[in-house]
């Protein structure tokens, strides 16, 4: 992994997909956030596409409203907007259809930049036929590189697929899988806390660790987004993906170097080593649930099946929690409850390392040891690391004993703009670093893990539990765990602490 910022060569970024959701909230707003630090080379250009008819000027007002609701007015500096705004063109292009394509190569070849990024921000099943047409328009050059969006695929066939037509047409070292939350600056963050720390490693299994908890909650429902969501579901969304590159980077063994086939090496391993879940386990170990009408942030909000384009009795999940076992000799018997879902009280990413107790209690009071040392890393929002550790509360007349953090604060420790995931990734891509994005085998592993799950939803023929609309999931999310004796760490007061 490169710490430094090296030198950004003159690139061409071409974004299919251009004037979606994505495009506008996050790839858009993050290559300006890159030129607005000066890390774009004056000659780049950033080419939207899309099948709708819209000239460079509308493309550019487009854009400049989306900067303008999404970056914000405190970051939008007028002399950088005017250059980022020059940069931007726009080709009307049709990815499964001859329009646009031969217009798309005459801007492209007119003034060849050294890197080509294609970054596909549409929906998967586009992927192949993108690339089929890269090749047979002739736009690869040496350095140019695809940048393929999550989900891959809907299923285990449908992702070996999209990897089949797109490898035949680039090399796997061109080929860019993203998925943000590796460029969120906590999930950096994990390989050096745990490789760069000697504290850790010692107790870093089942003999220091009881349990992990990973929890990626949102308050928003699924907006405009029904008719992708509708067929995508949680598992799909956030677990094949999201969660599991982040149960990848706790449970990993020491890469030897920051490689980036090093890194993804260790990361198959711990995919190869998840237990399967079983039809016959997925009552005990899954959980999935779709939110009814109820209240977010004192607001009332309506239940999933009366969202826009959500289809009539819809049975797709929207939240999910699991029990999920590492199956090696480093992580038998400690459990990773993992729980994702849309419309809860909080949006919090978390990963909860819980400790095991001290194997003996001497002290007189505080003797609910039941509550040992727990390291909580908060991916996002109020980015920390908080160690909870037992302490003496200071004072005469015996020893009383406090459950209290220590407290590495991102926002306090480290001032200035954390940058958003796709700024690092962006620029990663031309670079040509691919360590914090996804080989094709991970990818794949992940769905063939996912895969046995949804098909034993599907075969149970059971619907998703209910929760309320701003509520932590079904009751059986909590069961699940309480069954083990434990708890979520949501669940006790003061859990968030002025978050
Ligand atoms: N939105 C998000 O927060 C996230 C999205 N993603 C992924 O990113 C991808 C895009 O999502 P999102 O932006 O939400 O989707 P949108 O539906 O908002 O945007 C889709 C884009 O693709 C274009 N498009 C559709 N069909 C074609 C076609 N045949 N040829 C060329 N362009 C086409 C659309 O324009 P037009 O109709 O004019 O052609 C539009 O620009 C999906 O794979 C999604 O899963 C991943 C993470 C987060
Ligand atoms: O990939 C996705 O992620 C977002 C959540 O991302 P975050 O960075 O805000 O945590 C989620 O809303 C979306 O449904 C999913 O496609």
């Known amino acids: 992994m490169n710490f430094s910022q090296p030198i950004i060569e003159p690139f061409d970024y071409i974004v299919f997909g251009g004037t979606g959701d994505l495009a506008k909230r996050k790839l858009l707003p993050a290559l300006y956030h890159r030129d607005l630090d000066g890390q774009l080379p004056e000659t780049s250009r950033i080419i939207g596409s899309a099948r709708a008819e819209m000239t460079r000027k509308a493309f550019q007002t487009l854009v400049q409203k989306s900067l303008e609701e999404f970056v914000g007015p405190d970051a939008l500096d007028k002399t950088v907007l005017k250059r980022f705004?020059?940069?931007?063109?726009?080709?009307?292009?049709?990815?499964?259809?001859?329009?646009?394509?031969?217009?798309?190569?005459?801007?492209?070849?007119?003034?060849?930049?050294?890197?080509?990024?294609?970054?596909?921000?549409?929906?998967?099943?586009?992927?192949?036929t993108i690339a089929d047409n890269i090749h047979a328009h002739k736009l690869q050059t040496p350095e140019t590189r695809i940048?393929?969006?999550?989900?891959?695929?809907?299923d285990l066939a449908s992702a070996r697929e999209i990897n089949d037509r797109v490898g035949a047409v680039f090399e796997e070292r061109n080929i860019f899988r993203i998925d943000h939350y590796l460029g969120k600056e906590t999930v950096q963050n994990l390989l050096v806390l745990r490789f760069a720390n000697s504290l850790f490693e010692?107790?870093?299994?089942?003999?220091?660790i009881d349990h992990v908890q990973i929890t990626v909650s949102e308050t928003v429902g699924v907006e405009e987004r029904g008719g992708y969501y509708d067929h995508t579901g949680a598992m799909r969304d956030m677990i094949q993906n999201h969660l599991m590159q982040l149960l990848c980077l706790v449970a990993i063994e020491p890469p030897s170097t920051l490689d980036r086939e090093a890194v993804r090496d260790e990361k198959i391993k711990v995919l190869k080593s998840l237990a399967p879940i079983t039809q016959n386990e997925i009552s005990t170990k899954t959980v999935r649930g779709q939110y009814r009408a109820g209240a977010i942030n004192g607001g009332p909000v309506k239940a999933y099946a009366d969202e826009k384009d959500i289809v009539p009795g819809s049975t797709t999940e929207t939240f999910a929690a699991l029990k999920v076992e590492v199956k090696n000799w480093r992580w038998a018997g400690v459990p990773f409850y993992l729980r994702s879902g849309k419309r809860l009280p909080e949006k919090v990413s978390e990963i909860v390392i819980q400790f095991k107790p001290v194997p003996y209690w001497i002290f007189p009071t505080g003797s609910d040891h039941a509550q040992p040392n727990r390291l909580v890393i908060r991916v996002q929002p109020n980015e920390h690391i908080r160690l909870h550790l037992w302490t003496k509360e200071p004072g005469p007349g015996g020893l009383r004993l406090r459950n209290a953090p220590l407290n590495l604060s991102f926002a306090e420790t480290f001032k200035g703009h954390l940058p958003d995931a796709y700024e690092r990734l962006l620029m990663d891509v031309v670079r040509g670093n691919a360590t914090l994005f996804m080989r094709r085998d991970e990818v794949e592993a992940a769905w063939e893990w996912t895969e046995s799950i949804l098909d034993a939803w599907k075969n149970s023929g059971e619907r998703p539990k209910l929760y309320t609309a701003g509520t932590w999931g079904p009751s059986e999310a909590i069961a699940m765990i309480v069954r083990d004796n434990r708890t979520w760490f949501d669940e006790q007061a003061g859990d968030f602490p002025g978050d």
């Open 202 to 208: 010692p107790v870093w299994n089942h003999n220091g």
């Open 147 to 154: 940048v393929l969006e999550k989900p891959i695929g809907h």
């Open 85 to 128: 705004l020059d940069r931007l063109y726009f080709i009307s292009c049709d990815a499964t259809a001859a329009r646009g394509w031969p217009d798309l190569a005459k801007l492209l070849n007119h003034e060849p930049r050294a890197i080509r990024v294609f970054y596909l921000a549409t929906s998967p099943e586009l992927y192949g």
